[in-house]
Structure formats: structure tokens, C-alpha cells
């Protein structure tokens, strides 16, 4: 049986990031941006997935729970935030969320 | 032995007084004020009085007495106890220092009593008292030093006692910072008799001082260094000239403090402590040209100064300064003895005179300027004798004490072994001129007619209180004189055998030790055979009295005769007497060449450039490049999340590539 070699995980774990970080920093769309952040922590998971599966070792995938639920936390609290931006702002743009500054 | 083991109880007398009244003492009675203050200086004149007698009970290998009480510093080599000592030039000073100001203190309850501030006033005197007598007993260089600078500090308190006036507040600070120019050197000299002798304890220094001579000249170098640094802090302390000019400005402060310190006590330290060093001094003969040459120059440059006074407190100051350069040229040609002996009549005669101007100023309602006097002999009888005694004594009329002291000074200075017959002429002229000066005090004071408005100046002899001590102290003025009587029948003077072991310990040569004090005498019995009465006839008719009356026949021409004289002199005479009224421009000249050049400097080196350029110009410029770096920097907060993002990424990126290049570095 022939092993896919790690490698092609991370090329592609590394593709799924930048895909994620590309929208995380030129969309404009909050919901979108989220999206890309979750993008970009299942790439991650990916990449600790087939690090665990090459070194035989459980550790990757003990981070990967770990990092689940800590997505599963950001969303409440992030899609919270989001709902009121939206409602106090009447937009989903996030330059319209710009108050926190100097 | 009471007194004897325990010397620091005279000392610490007014230090008890001092500190009651000036902590505690603020609400307090005036009488229970006084009481304390002069109680405490009394009690010490006792005690003075007492070590005396116990004195008098000691051996000659037991004096100096020193009572060690606690070593105060050692640091390596360097120790120095706090010791003090007495001997025979001690007994002399606490004498006339506890006892003097014992009267002074009962003058001041009496002048001071419609004065604010009196706890503080006493508190000061009696501080005053303190270190004067820690000066005196100081058995090293260091104690004296505290005392030294303690009544230094005293002075500039009641210089400036009357603390809302601006001119006594200026004369204070002038006063204290003129001698701290001398103290400067004062300073160095002690460093370096340390470091020449090992010690500071003067019987440690004397006595290798005794051994030195034995040497070659090697050590004269330093010796006349020592003794030319401390002389500078002398002259500065006893207002000899170049530093003199604190003296007169100093009378802004009442007038029992002109009497205590600026006349009778503090001004001759510098006396003291030149007498208490001489076995260094009488080994630096250039030092000691330079103490007679600056105390005959101050004599006489003083005492012309004097002659146009209007002021009746700065003719006294000017002759205080005078006088003072009489002591100094006494120490300076080796006639210790006399230098101290005129610092005693004159502590008498001039703490008088001190306390009848006061006095005088009492009565007049605060007036000073003898031009608005006059005729005032009817009103204040007491005042008037006592003033007018003391002027004889100061003039130098034979039989009163300023006569023979200052007789055996110009004595020495004219056929003593160290003589000098320039500065002999000097202090022979200036003597003429303390004597014109002092007695036109007089008649324009009290003699003419007056010169003040009835009307608005209540004429009134002053309370008893006043009155006593100047009784007491005229008394001294005539009689205190008299140990040296025996002098002028050419015979051995009480006061200088009573001193003589202090100077002739540690002479350097035996020719000298029977007498650098003693030769005036001495010689003139030896050489010349003769008679007492001869000797006596001499003495009351020679140069000194001659001047003296001389100075007080034209003063009586000038202010009672023709009183209308002065006027068309001073007219004749313009530029002289614009001079000379002016003080020599002294002030002025001092004030071009240092006061004006050190506010330049300050003003426009030291504040528009050193520290408003450099010191404020590191401060403000690293504070608006920290401002400047800030505002660039806050426009990465912009709000924008996106913004945020980016600089998150390339951060990530950025630190990701520096962990390759390393990576690829260690491969």
C-alpha cells in the first residue's frame, strides 16, 4: 500500500493558510474574514494531523482537539462580537468598525 | 578639680540656654527668656572663675591641662579626639569671653526688650557663647574649627537678625560669605598641617614642630605655607584687609551684637588662633612679616576711613578693623603677649563703646547719623562718661587701658627684635588717627549744639539694666590696663609673665624664649640703666601719646572751635575727601571685579548657555524625540483590523524567514 508522503499534506495545509490569511487580510466582509480564520485553523489542524500520522506519535492530534475547541469558542464569542457590530454599525464592513485607535 | 575634669560643662552652659529658649522658648515670658539666657553665660563665668582657682593648683609640667572626652573621627591615620585644653592664653580668653559676654547678654535684655523675636535673639547670643568657647578650648585644629565656623554662622544669624529688612539680610549673607573665602584657606592649612605634622592635637604639632627646627630649612617651606593659610582664614574672621569689608556692613545687626561679636570676641579669633599656633609662626618669618604688615597697613587704612564716618556704629566697626590690625601687627613682630593683651582691653574699651552707641541710639529713638545729634552729654550723663572713658582708653591717653597694650605693641614694633620701623610709623600714625576719629565721635555726639528736633526725639537715659554693664565696663576700660603697669617703670608686666610659659614653650631658639614678649622690657632695662621714673616719664610722653593728644586737640579744634572748619576743608579738599568719604571706592572696586563678572558668568555662561542650552536641551530633546517617535508610531493604531492583520502576517512571515536564514546559517 503506498504511503502519501507528508509533504503533500503540508503543501497543501500550507495553500489552505495562505488561501486564509489572504482573505483574513484584503476581504472586507466580516463574516468572511471569519471564515478565512477558521480556514486557516483547520490548515493547521491538517498539518499537525500529518505530523502525527508520520511520527506515529498522539501528540498532533491531542493539539488538534485542543485547537477545535478553542474554534468552537472563538466562534461564539466572535460571532457574538459580530452581531453587535452589525446591529450598531448596519454593516458587515469592518472599516466601519474603527473606533479603537490613538 | 571640679571644673577642671568636667571643662565641657563652661561650654555647655549656653548650649542648654541656647536650646531651651530657641525650641522651647516662644510663648515664654520675656523675664523667664532672660533669665535662662543669662543664667545659662553667668553660671559659665563662674565656672570660669572656679577652673582658675583650680588652676592656679597645678604644676607647670600639668599645663596645658587637656581633658579628652571622645575620639570623634578616625579614618586610617587620621584621628581626632574631641579634646579640650587649658592653659594659661585659655584662661585669658574664657575670661574675657564668658565675662564680656555675661554683661553683653544683661545689656541686650534691657536694649531688646521691644523687639520682636526675643527667644530667638537669646537663643542666638547664647549659641553664639557655645562655640565661641568650643573655639577657645579646642585642644586640636578641628574642634577649634567647629567653633570657628559655629560662630561664623552665628553672626550671619544676627547679622540678619532683623530678617525683613533687606539690608541686614544682604549683610548677613556678605558677611558669611566674605569669611568663608578665608575659611577656604583656613581649610587647607589644617589639611596641611595634618599632613605635615600627622595631627591636629597642637602639642603633637608643636612638638614636631620643636623637632624640625633642629633640621635643615627644609621644612620652612611648608611651615610659612601653614602658617600663611591659616592667617588668610584669621583675615578673613578678624576683617583684616583684603576681606575687612564685611565688618562695617555688619553693624546692620543690633547693637549688643556689634558689641559681643563684631568688637569683643568673634572678630579676634583670628587674634587667638594666630597666638595659639605661634611656635609655627615664629618659625615662618615670612608669615610673620606678612601678619604685621597686613595688621599695620589695616591699622592705619581702617582708621582713615573712620576719620569721615557719619554713621556712629561704622566709625566704631572701621575702628574695630583698626584696632584688630594692631593686635596683628603685635603677634606679627613676635610681642604675642601684647597682641593678646590688646585684645583684651580692647574687648573692654570697644564692647563699651559698642554698648554707648547702642545706647546713644537708644535715646535718640534709633538715630545713628552723628549729624543729628549733638549736646546730648546733659541728658545721658551715664552714657557720656562711660562713652567718653572709653574713648581715652581707646586713644591711648596714658593710665587708661588701651594705652599700655597698645604702647607695648607699637613698643615692639619699634625696638623689638623682630622691629620694623615702617610699619612702627604706620601704626604710630594711625594711632593719631584712631584718636582724631574717637574724639570727634565725642564732641559731635555729645558736645555742640543740638542738631535734632525736641519736638520728635524723646531724650532719655536708658534702664539700669544698660547702664551696669557700661559702668562695669568703663571701670575695666581704666583699670584693666594696669597688669602691665610695671612695664612702663621698666620692670616685668604681670600679664605677659602670666603668658609667658604659652609663647616661650616651644620658641625656637633660646635667645628668643626669654622673650620675644619679654625683650621690650628686657632690653631696654639691660642696655639702658635706668631709673623707673626715667622709664616712666618716657613711656607717657613718647611718640603713641603725643599722636593721641595731638589727635584730640585737632578734633576739638575742628568740632568744637571752629565748627564750621570741617566743611570748608572738605570743600578744599574735594577729591580726597570724596575718596576717602566713599570708603576708597572699596565696595565698588570689589563689586566691578568679582560681583559684577561672577552675575555675568552666572547670567549669561552658566544659565542662558550652560543651562538653558545644555542641561534643558538634553532633557527637552530626548522628551520631543520620545514625542516624535510617538506620533509616527500611533498611526500604526489606526483602528482598521485589516491593517492589523497585515502587520500580524508580515510579522509571522518576517520572523518565519529570519528562522530559515538561521537555520540555513547553522547548516
Given at each position: 500500500m503506498s504511503v502519501i508522503p507528508v509533504s503533500y499534506y503540508l503543501v497543501l495545509s500550507a495553500v489552505l493558510f495562505g488561501l486564509g490569511m489572504v482573505g483574513v487580510v484584503f476581504k472586507r466582509n466580516i463574516i468572511t474574514i471569519f471564515m478565512s480564520i477558521e480556514l486557516m485553523l483547520n490548515a493547521v489542524n491538517l498539518a499537525f494531523v500529518a505530523f502525527a500520522r508520520a511520527h506515529n506519535q498522539l501528540d498532533g492530534l491531542v493539539f488538534v482537539f485542543f485547537v477545535i475547541v478553542v474554534a468552537a469558542a472563538e466562534a461564539a464569542v466572535g460571532l457574538a462580537i459580530v452581531i453587535m457590530i452589525t446591529q450598531n454599525r448596519q454593516s458587515l464592513n469592518v472599516e466601519r468598525a474603527n473606533l479603537l485607535k490613538f | 578639680m571640679l571644673i577642671l575634669d568636667h571643662l565641657w560643662i563652661i561650654m555647655a552652659l549656653p548650649l542648654l540656654g541656647a536650646a531651651l529658649n530657641g525650641l522651647l522658648g516662644k510663648n515664654w515670658p520675656k523675664s523667664l527668656i532672660n533669665s535662662i539666657a543669662i543664667g545659662s553665660v553667668s553660671l559659665s563665668f563662674l565656672c570660669v572663675l572656679e577652673l582658675i582657682r583650680e588652676f592656679a593648683q597645678l604644676s607647670a609640667d600639668q599645663i596645658p591641662w587637656i581633658g579628652n572626652y571622645f575620639t570623634w573621627i578616625t579614618a586610617g591615620s587620621f584621628r581626632v579626639d574631641f579634646a579640650l585644653q587649658v592653659d594659661q592664653l585659655t584662661i585669658v580668653m574664657l575670661l574675657v569671653v564668658t565675662f564680656v559676654s555675661s554683661l553683653v547678654h544683661i545689656y541686650s535684655a534691657g536694649y531688646m526688650a521691644h523687639e520682636g523675636g526675643y527667644y530667638r535673639f537669646f537663643s542666638y547670643l547664647n549659641l553664639f557663647v557655645f562655640f565661641m568657647l568650643t573655639l577657645v578650648l579646642g585642644a586640636n585644629l578641628l574642634v577649634m574649627f567647629v567653633g570657628w565656623e559655629g560662630v561664623g554662622l552665628c553672626s550671619y544669624l544676627l547679622i540678619g537678625f532683623w530678617f525683613l529688612k533687606q539690608s541686614a539680610i544682604s549683610a548677613g549673607k556678605k558677611a558669611f560669605i566674605t569669611t568663608r573665602l578665608g575659611d577656604y584657606a583656613f581649610t587647607v592649612g589644617i589639611l596641611l598641617a595634618f599632613w605635615t605634622f600627622g595631627s591636629l592635637n597642637f602639642q603633637d604639632m608643636f612638638k614636631s614642630v620643636a623637632q624640625m627646627s633642629s633640621e635643615t630649612m627644609a621644612h620652612a617651606g611648608v611651615l610659612t605655607t601653614i602658617a600663611i593659610l591659616l592667617f588668610i582664614g584669621a583675615i578673613g574672621k578678624s576683617a583684616q584687609i583684603p576681606l575687612y569689608v564685611w565688618l562695617p556692613d555688619a553693624m546692620e545687626g543690633p547693637t549688643p551684637v556689634?558689641?559681643?561679636?563684631?568688637?569683643?570676641?568673634?572678630?579676634?579669633?583670628?587674634?587667638?588662633?594666630?597666638?595659639?599656633?605661634?611656635?609655627?609662626?615664629?618659625?615662618?618669618?615670612?608669615?610673620?612679616?606678612?601678619?604685621?604688615?597686613?595688621?599695620?597697613?589695616?591699622?592705619?587704612?581702617?582708621?582713615?576711613?573712620?576719620?569721615?564716618?557719619?554713621?556712629?556704629?561704622?566709625?566704631?566697626?572701621?575702628?574695630?578693623?583698626?584696632?584688630?590690625?594692631?593686635?596683628?601687627?603685635?603677634?606679627?613682630?613676635?610681642?604675642?603677649?601684647?597682641?593678646?593683651?590688646?585684645?583684651?582691653?580692647?574687648?573692654?574699651?570697644?564692647?563699651?563703646?559698642?554698648?554707648?552707641?547702642?545706647?546713644?541710639?537708644?535715646?535718640?529713638?534709633?538715630?545713628?547719623?552723628?549729624?543729628?545729634?549733638?549736646?546730648?552729654?546733659?541728658?545721658?550723663?551715664?552714657?557720656?562718661?562711660?562713652?567718653?572713658?572709653?574713648?581715652?582708653?581707646?586713644?591711648?591717653?596714658?593710665?587708661?587701658?588701651?594705652?599700655?597694650?597698645?604702647?607695648?605693641?607699637?613698643?615692639?614694633?619699634?625696638?623689638?627684635?623682630?622691629?620694623?620701623?615702617?610699619?612702627?610709623?604706620?601704626?604710630?600714625?594711625?594711632?593719631?588717627?584712631?584718636?582724631?576719629?574717637?574724639?570727634?565721635?565725642?564732641?559731635?555726639?555729645?558736645?555742640?549744639?543740638?542738631?535734632?528736633?525736641?519736638?520728635?526725639?524723646?531724650?532719655?537715659?536708658?534702664?539700669?539694666?544698660?547702664?551696669?554693664?557700661?559702668?562695669?565696663?568703663?571701670?575695666?576700660?581704666?583699670?584693666?590696663?594696669?597688669?602691665?603697669?610695671?612695664?612702663?617703670?621698666?620692670?616685668?608686666?604681670?600679664?605677659?609673665?602670666?603668658?609667658?610659659?604659652?609663647?616661650?614653650?616651644?620658641?625656637?631658639?633660646?635667645?628668643?624664649?626669654?622673650?620675644?614678649?619679654?625683650?621690650?622690657?628686657?632690653?631696654?632695662?639691660?642696655?639702658?640703666?635706668?631709673?623707673?621714673?626715667?622709664?616712666?616719664?618716657?613711656?607717657?610722653?613718647?611718640?603713641?601719646?603725643?599722636?593721641?593728644?595731638?589727635?584730640?586737640?585737632?578734633?576739638?579744634?575742628?568740632?568744637?572751635?571752629?565748627?564750621?572748619?570741617?566743611?570748608?576743608?572738605?570743600?578744599?579738599?574735594?577729591?580726597?575727601?570724596?575718596?576717602?568719604?566713599?570708603?576708597?571706592?572699596?565696595?565698588?572696586?570689589?563689586?566691578?571685579?568679582?560681583?559684577?563678572?561672577?552675575?555675568?558668568?552666572?547670567?549669561?555662561?552658566?544659565?542662558?548657555?550652560?543651562?538653558?542650552?545644555?542641561?534643558?536641551?538634553?532633557?527637552?530633546?530626548?522628551?520631543?524625540?520620545?514625542?516624535?517617535?510617538?506620533?509616527?508610531?500611533?498611526?500604526?493604531?489606526?483602528?482598521?483590523?485589516?491593517?492589523?492583520?497585515?502587520?500580524?502576517?508580515?510579522?509571522?512571515?518576517?520572523?518565519?524567514?529570519?528562522?530559515?536564514?538561521?537555520?540555513?546559517?547553522?547548516?
Open positions: - | 556689634s558689641a559681643l561679636i563684631h568688637a569683643a570676641t568673634m572678630v579676634t579669633a583670628g587674634v587667638y588662633m594666630v597666638a595659639r599656633m605661634n611656635p609655627v609662626f615664629s618659625r615662618a618669618p615670612i608669615a610673620m612679616l606678612v601678619v604685621a604688615t597686613v595688621g599695620a597697613l589695616t591699622a592705619f587704612y581702617a582708621a582713615t576711613i573712620g576719620l569721615l564716618q557719619t554713621d556712629i556704629k561704622k566709625v566704631l566697626a572701621y575702628s574695630t578693623v583698626s584696632q584688630l590690625g594692631y593686635m596683628f601687627l603685635g603677634l606679627g613682630v613676635g610681642a604675642y603677649a601684647a597682641g593678646i593683651f590688646h585684645l583684651m582691653t580692647h574687648a573692654f574699651f570697644k564692647g563699651l563703646l559698642f554698648l554707648c552707641a547702642g545706647s546713644v541710639i537708644h535715646a535718640m529713638g534709633g538715630e545713628q547719623d552723628m549729624r543729628n545729634m549733638g549736646g546730648l552729654r546733659k541728658q545721658i550723663p551715664i552714657t557720656y562718661w562711660t562713652m567718653f572713658i572709653a574713648t581715652l582708653a581707646i586713644a591711648g591717653i596714658p593710665g587708661f587701658a588701651g594705652f599700655f597694650s597698645k604702647d607695648e605693641i607699637l613698643d615692639a614694633a619699634g625696638s623689638g627684635p623682630h622691629k620694623n620701623i615702617l610699619l612702627w610709623a604706620l601704626g604710630l600714625i594711625g594711632a593719631g588717627l584712631t584718636s582724631f576719629y574717637m574724639f570727634r565721635l565725642i564732641f559731635l555726639t555729645f558736645f555742640g549744639h543740638e542738631r535734632f528736633d525736641h519736638h520728635k526725639v524723646h531724650v532719655h537715659e536708658s534702664p539700669s539694666s544698660m547702664t551696669v554693664p557700661l559702668m562695669v565696663l568703663a571701670f575695666l576700660s581704666i583699670f584693666g590696663g594696669w597688669f602691665a603697669a610695671p612695664h612702663l617703670l621698666g620692670g616685668t608686666d604681670y600679664f605677659e609673665k602670666f603668658l609667658h610659659p604659652v609663647f616661650a614653650a616651644y620658641a625656637p631658639t633660646a635667645g628668643i624664649e626669654q622673650g620675644a614678649s619679654l625683650a621690650g622690657s628686657a632690653g631696654a632695662s639691660g642696655e639702658i640703666a635706668q631709673s623707673g621714673a626715667m622709664e616712666l616719664i618716657h613711656a607717657i610722653t613718647g611718640p603713641p601719646v603725643i599722636v593721641a593728644v595731638l589727635g584730640l586737640l585737632l578734633a576739638w579744634w575742628l568740632y568744637i572751635k571752629k565748627p564750621e572748619l570741617p566743611a570748608k576743608l572738605a570743600e578744599s579738599m574735594r577729591t580726597p575727601y570724596k575718596i576717602i568719604y566713599n570708603k576708597y571706592y572699596v565696595d565698588e572696586i570689589y563689586n566691578a571685579l568679582f560681583v559684577a563678572p561672577l552675575l555675568f558668568i552666572s547670567r549669561y555662561v552658566l544659565w542662558h548657555v550652560i543651562d538653558e542650552g545644555l542641561i534643558d536641551g538634553i532633557v527637552n530633546g530626548s522628551a520631543s524625540v520620545a514625542r516624535a517617535t510617538g506620533s509616527r508610531l500611533r498611526e500604526l493604531q489606526s483602528g482598521n483590523a485589516r491593517s492589523y492583520a497585515s502587520w500580524v502576517v508580515l510579522g509571522a512571515v518576517g520572523f518565519a524567514v529570519l528562522l530559515l536564514a538561521m537555520l540555513g546559517v547553522r547548516h
